[in-house]
């Protein structure tokens, strides 16, 4: 069944336009509210967080009139990361929290988060409910005028989200003498990220965390690594940590300037939780667009990759399944079931610091864990009213082909963009030339259908 306000990660889009505008949102947090208040005899409660977009100003306001209308309670809880409303929902016995962002987009673009009472992210089957709610008739749902809601503001939540993440960190380890540079993005970790790794004993070198409404994302954070890159050589840095909007993300560089991506974070936690005995299933849970040769490593080391669909969420539903306790995406949001339920980027950075105060090596000897296969990800734009490229006859034909091309040793993966009129094409193998050719000649099918 098609959604038409949901996509991989909630619902998003340009601010003040639909489903990003004040009338939308307002009728999104009447239908979750009349969702998760289904029980008169008690009361109910949402937290709700934002990022630092200007955005956000609109949106909050909306969605707490549409809980408060269904009876909810709000606790509003300020700029503060994705994984902070995971982690309060669950402490704070709320019925199901929310965060505003559009993740590592623009400032003009903003989005919706939604967890449930667990803190977990929300599945296909009530994502599509709360749309069916959204279509409908809300007026049965509200509430009467003296069981309206309230709201009120958690002024101690960035503390609480600091002491938990630091919890996280192993006993008697320090950060003292290690030099680390942490871009923020201007985003909703700019003042907990540097917090936690100054409290944990780090000197911290701290770029992007001014944010204004407009600049987060904005030539810094996950999507912009460079400045970590360039920070880390000037400064003499042990570690370049680089978060996204809403800091569930996290790219890393080494002493030398080399980028760290979620592949290589995931493989170095994977064989270092293996080492102390904590990885669970021996098994790391990653996404179709991990690379092969992280896959092969971690045979070798006797770890097996289950793959899910891309999306934090399907990786985490897999995590469940089988009861592991470590899984992510390559574009470095990493899940730590023994801690949350949901990536997190202070978290991940804060494990892979564990692996270097552990062994007291350096991050380019120990956070390479494999040796990439070359990879092509080129997106092609497409028509959303015209027909499905995919369906076209002629580009089966270019997939099948590039796949016959690559054989075992190498792979294709077509998948559309849950967010973007867009196909994401990715071919990966040893033969850097074949890998690229692969690409283009689907890109060009996919163009001429």
């Known amino acids: 069944m098609s959604r038409k306000y949901f996509g991989t990660d909630g619902i998003r889009g340009k601010a003040n336009e639909n489903p990003m505008d004040a009338q939308t949102i307002l009728r999104v947090g009447m239908a979750a509210g009349a969702y998760f208040s289904k029980d008169p005899k008690r009361s109910h409660r949402v937290v709700i967080g934002k990022d630092t977009r200007l955005s956000g100003y609109l949106l909050e ?10 009876g909810m309670n709000v606790t ?3 700029p503060i990361p994705t994984p902070a409303i995971s982690m309060l929902t669950r402490s704070l016995r709320a019925d199901m929290g929310v965060m505003i962002s559009a993740s590592h987009n623009a400032y003009h673009d903003n989005g919706i988060k939604f967890f449930d009472g667990r803190g977990n992210k929300l599945s296909d089957e009530v994502e599509q409910e709360i749309e069916a709610m959204m279509e409908g008739d809300l007026t049965s749902y509200l509430a009467p005028s003296d069981k309206l809601g309230r709201a009120h503001r958690l002024d101690d939540a960035q503390g609480r989200y600091i002491e938990y993440v630091k919890a996280t960190f192993p006993r008697r380890c320090r ?4 030099k680390i540079v942490i871009d923020c993005a201007n985003g909703a970790g700019y003042k907990l990220g540097p917090t936690i790794l100054w409290e944990l004993g780090a000197e911290v070198v ?28 000037e400064h003499g840095a042990d570690l370049g ?4 909007g809403d800091a569930d993300r996290v790219i890393l560089c080494d002493e030398k300037g080399q980028l760290i991506d979620g592949d290589q974070l995931m493989g170095a936690i994977a064989l270092y939780f293996k080492e102390r005995d904590v990885l669970s299933g021996n098994a790391l849970v990653a996404t179709v667009m991990s690379n092969i ?7 070798n080391n006797g770890i097996e990759l289950i793959r899910a669909n891309v999306g934090d969420r399907y990786v985490i539903e897999k995590m469940r399944e089988g009861g592991y306790n470590l899984g992510g995406e390559q574009s470095g949001h990493i899940i730590f079931g023994d801690y949350t339920t949901t990536g997190d980027g202070i978290l991940a950075a804060l494990q892979a610091l564990a692996i270097l105060v552990t062994h007291q090596k350096p991050a380019s000897e120990l956070l390479h864990s494999f040796t990439p296969y070359p990879q092509t990800l ?15 006859l002629s580009v089966q034909e270019a997939i099948k082909s590039g796949e016959d091309t690559l054989g075992d040793g190498g792979r294709v993966l077509i998948r559309k963009s849950g967010t973007e009129p867009l196909i994401r094409v990715m071919t990966e193998s040893e033969d850097t030339k074949l890998t690229e050719q692969v690409a283009n000649t689907i890109i060009e099918a996919i163009k001429s259908s």
Not at 293 to 299: D, F
Not at 378 to 392: A, E
């Open 241 to 244: 940590i680089a978060l996204d």
């Open 76 to 78: 509003l809880v300020g």
């Open 175 to 178: 950060l003292d003498g290690l």
């Open 61 to 70: 306001p909306a969605l707490t009139s549409g809980f408060i209308s269904m």
């Open 293 to 299: 040769g992280l896959e092969k490593m971690l045979k």
């Open 206 to 233: 701290i770029l992007a965390n001014k944010p204004d409404g407009f600049n987060i994302n904005k030539a810094c954070g996950s999507m912009h690594p460079e400045s970590i890159q360039e920070a880390v050589l």
């Open 378 to 392: 080129k997106n092609v734009s497409y028509n959303k009213n015209g027909k499905d490229p995919l369906d076209k």
